[in-house]
């Protein structure tokens, strides 16, 4: 692979000139008018299935597609100028005409879906027959079932405008909040400025004393800001609640469980096997805690290494070794993240101003994928570059495939992400050179499954009574933090001595409009991955080809029906997520015997 030097991302070649860029903005008027057009054919579509009736179905489906596409492009643009620098005014503007679009595409959507869900099953069995209509009639039955679960067109319209405002600006002022926040250090015998993301990745140092310090600000930082997250947090609980009243819907769930295309039987399985499980877990917590020389883990060392000596990466190092290790399992997917690479598509840069967290964001207009993370050197670093390079690869094996058929649900979306970082995991298991080395990177590895299976546990807790309690009105600041620290406690098997009765508020996920319960679907791609992973160890037939057949099928059929098509499994039962928590403890087992 070529020499590494530039660890930003090129936005330029998509849209030159940033948040000022002319030619994004004659993309969005282009969006607009496309939106328009794609409102007239919605309009003209009749019920009857008529010749005519069903061309001009069919008519409509390729402007949803052409115009998703264009709008998707829109939207991933405004999210990396919005990462890659927090304090960029001319972004304000962006986001809120993002707000605007999104809000009219979902007023068009919802009027497709009443369309399509007024038709009889009689004439649907008609226009479903057409050939030209078979590749996303997937989508389109989903649509028609989802419009048995709305209310009246206009006033899914009226919810959709009041939602620019009164929902989704809740959420773009926490991210302006945040990105204004800064952590100062005392580090090296002077004080250090850093941004939330920066002053987060700290937590990792193998100095304790350090690691309460960093703990210590982020909590006081959280906290001064508290009021204010506690707005956000129970404005946007608020107003999904409302809705949710009005289309008599009592169950919280059922709308992330419609967007993740799954059954509550298969969510409800996935929590009593990890469950059954724990006290594995338990186990390497406390042995940890004696590894670390002390009497019991606070949070804040849950995810702390065991060596005073933490081995660091350059980024080319990182990359070179995950595109090799990538090689031995899909030689097709190694090559995708050569040139991801070599063609800047990643915002790994350690640098003030930027958001926290990391993520993968798609451009199918233009077949391109951007990587959003902030890179230090660490192991934890490689993994999360792998993660994301996976989500990569998984859009770009569908990019041939109909605009329609690529939304995917993130439980499915985090399986080929998941899949990605175990190659990665693995390779460097096996490439350890030392009992020591491979001891930090065997301890690395099951701090993934303690997050999937405790951390992830606990924001589902939260979240689950965190809206019960919101249906009776607005939650207190204070009870947000013991709701915090109920659901951590009872999901780390009450093991820690300290909790972070704050993380509600430092989380981002809790406060993004987009998803709500934006935590369970990590999980359940963690445990499915580890299936779509034995049979990938296994060399059952040709990997690669039924690895890309998977990630193809993941926006056209449910998670039920994917399981039971790649991996004949049925993930109504515990068997199968038994299984894999399993595999996770043969981890935990190994770092036993090395210590």
């Known amino acids: 692979m070529k020499p590494l030097k530039d660890l930003t991302w090129d936005l330029e070649i998509i849209f030159p000139g940033g948040s000022k860029s002319t030619k994004f903005r004659e993309h969005l008027t282009i969006v607009d008018q496309e939106l328009d057009k794609l409102d007239a054919y919605i309009n003209q579509l009749q019920p009857k299935a008529t010749k005519e009736n069903i061309e001009a179905l069919i008519d409509l489906c390729q402007q949803m597609e052409s115009t998703t596409k264009l709008m998707r492009e829109a939207f991933a643009f405004i999210s990396c100028l919005h990462a890659q620098d927090t304090n960029d005014q001319h972004v304000q503007p962006l986001l809120g005409e993002r707000s605007q679009l999104n809000a009219k595409f979902g007023g068009i959507q919802t009027k497709l879906k009443q369309k399509l869900g007024a038709i009889t099953e009689e004439d649907w069995s008609l226009f479903s027959q057409h050939e030209s209509l078979q590749e996303i009639i997937f989508v389109l039955e989903e649509y028609r079932e989802q419009a048995q679960n709305l209310l009246p067109l206009e006033q899914e319209a009226l919810i959709n405008d009041l939602a620019k405002d009164g929902y989704h600006a809740w959420g773009q002022m926490y ?120 009497d019991t883990l606070s949070i804040y060392d849950v995810t702390a290494p065991i060596s005073e000596t933490v081995q660091t990466y350059t980024y080319e190092e990182g990359a070179n070794f995950i595109v090799d290790q990538f090689r031995k399992f899909s030689p097709k997917m190694a090559d995708f993240a050569e040139m991801a690479f070599e063609k800047r598509w990643i915002e790994a840069e350690d640098r003030p101003g930027k958001r926290p967290g990391g993520f993968c964001t798609s451009f199918p207009h233009s077949e391109q994928t951007r990587i959003f993370m902030t890179y230090s050197g660490t192991a934890s670093n490689i993994a999360t570059l792998a993660h994301e390079l996976g989500h990569a690869y998984h859009q770009h094996v569908m990019n041939d495939v109909n605009a329609l058929n690529q939304r995917y649900a993130m439980n499915v979306a985090e399986t080929a992400s998941t899949f990605a970082e175990m190659i990665v995991a693995d390779a460097s298991l096996q490439a350890a050179t030392s009992k020591e080395e491979k001891k930090a990177l065997l301890e690395d590895k099951i701090q993934r499954s303690v997050a999937f299976f405790m951390n992830i546990h606990a924001r589902f807790l939260f979240e689950t009574r965190f809206y019960e309690e919101r249906k009776q009105g607005i939650v207190s600041v204070e009870r947000l933090n013991q709701l915090m620290v109920e659901a951590q406690k009872e999901a780390y098997c009450e093991t820690l ?99």
């Open 497 to 595: 001595s300290e909790y972070d009765p704050n993380f509600w508020a430092s989380k981002l996920h809790f406060h993004i409009t987009g998803v709500p319960f934006y935590n369970f679907p990590y999980t359940f791609g963690y445990l499915f991955s580890n299936g779509v992973y034995a049979k990938a160890k296994n060399g059952e037939g040709s990997f690669e080809e039924a690895y890309i057949s998977l990630l193809r099928d993941t926006g056209r059929m449910t998670v039920e029906d994917l399981a039971k098509k790649h991996l004949n499994v049925d993930l109504t039962e515990t068997a199968f997520w038994e299984e894999a928590v399993l595999e996770c403890m043969k981890d935990v087992d190994e770092f036993m015997k090395l210590v």
């Open 175 to 294: 991210d302006v909040i945040v990105g204004n926040m800064e952590i100062t250090l005392e580090e090296k015998g002077s004080l250090q400025h850093y941004s939330i993301g920066q002053a987060t990745n700290k937590l990792t140092d193998p100095n304790r004393r350090f690691r309460q310090h960093v703990f210590t600000k982020l909590s006081a930082a959280w906290e001064e800001q508290a009021d204010l997250f506690g707005q956000t947090i129970n404005h946007l609980a608020g107003f999904r609640l409302e809705t949710y009243k009005h289309r008599g819907w009592e169950n919280v769930l059922k709308e992330p469980l419609m967007i993740n295309r799954m059954k509550q039987e298969t969510l409800d399985a996935m929590w009593t096997a990890i469950t059954k499980y724990k006290g594995h877990f338990v186990h390497y917590l406390n042995k940890k805690a004696e590894l670390l020389d002390i």
